[in-house]
């Protein structure tokens, strides 16, 4: 029974987010397992360049350490915000979702490139938490029944908790960045006088992921609809 409804709640989760978050589990459990090393996985731009091991620029995004509080903690929050906002503002847009996907990863990747940074999926956690809180900025929060605050100060106090744990908060940083260029892009900068929307979903991303609408003005030809026709007055039932 409980599988039963562990398995109905996984497959309803939304496409995206169940598919981020598979993998994350999965690439952790696989180091658990010893098949893999972080080693294999975190970014690494010479190896990414000179050795053509391609893969890290998507596995340094999937493990977010050994299993523990921090993977727990950061799994959760991952799930919860990810999921939020593919079911709210990005509801019905799965492509436009996958795309700030792609171009919140390329920044982070781009910011990588001159620091010394080993695994990025934090940084996207915070991400997403930023832009969800920005779109949602009446939301009451509580944090473990300690602070009560509006939304947009969620990822200011997931770095100031970050910070009580003796974590280094360039990546929370990079998170908030990256999220705050995001929502500038999409959301600020487009309703402002002379603005324009710059970051537009391509449309093969389009086709991929978003089911094309109907035309409401498309009349069908009457051979399209057999059941509509008259029957032969010359057949009978056998």
Not at 25 to 36: D, G, K, M, R, S
Not at 153 to 177: E, H
Request: aromatic share 20%; with cysteine.
């Amino acid at each position: 029974m409980a599988y039963q409804g562990f398995a109905q709640e996984y497959l309803g989760m939304p496409a995206v987010t169940r598919a981020y978050t598979t993998a994350c589990v999965l690439t952790t459990a696989a180091v658990q397992l010893e098949f893999i090393t972080p080693f294999q996985l975190y970014f690494n731009p010479d190896l990414i360049f000179r050795k053509f091991q391609i893969w890290r620029l998507i596995t340094n995004f999937l493990f977010f350490g050994p299993l523990g509080f921090s993977f727990f903690f950061n799994m959760i929050f991952l799930y919860r915000y990810c999921r939020m906002l593919e079911e709210g503002s990005f509801r019905g847009r799965t492509a436009d979702f996958v795309f700030m996907f792609l171009f919140g990863g390329f920044l982070m990747t781009l910011f990588g490139l001159f620091a010394s940074l080993f695994f990025l999926g934090q940084a996207f956690t915070i991400m997403l938490v930023y832009v969800w809180s920005r779109r949602n900025p009446y939301i009451r929060m509580n944090f473990f029944g300690l602070l009560n605050f509006q939304a947009p100060f969620l990822p200011w106090v997931l770095m100031g908790f970050s910070l009580l744990l003796g974590n280094s908060i360039i990546i929370d940083l990079l998170g908030i960045a990256v999220g705050h260029i995001y929502y500038f892009l999409e959301d600020v900068f487009p309703n402002q006088p002379g603005g324009k929307k710059l970051l537009l979903t391509p449309g093969f991303l389009k086709m991929v992921f978003d089911t094309p609408e109907e035309d409401p003005n498309y009349n069908p030809l009457p051979e399209d609809h057999p059941e509509d026709q008259p029957r032969d007055q010359n057949q009978h039932p056998q």
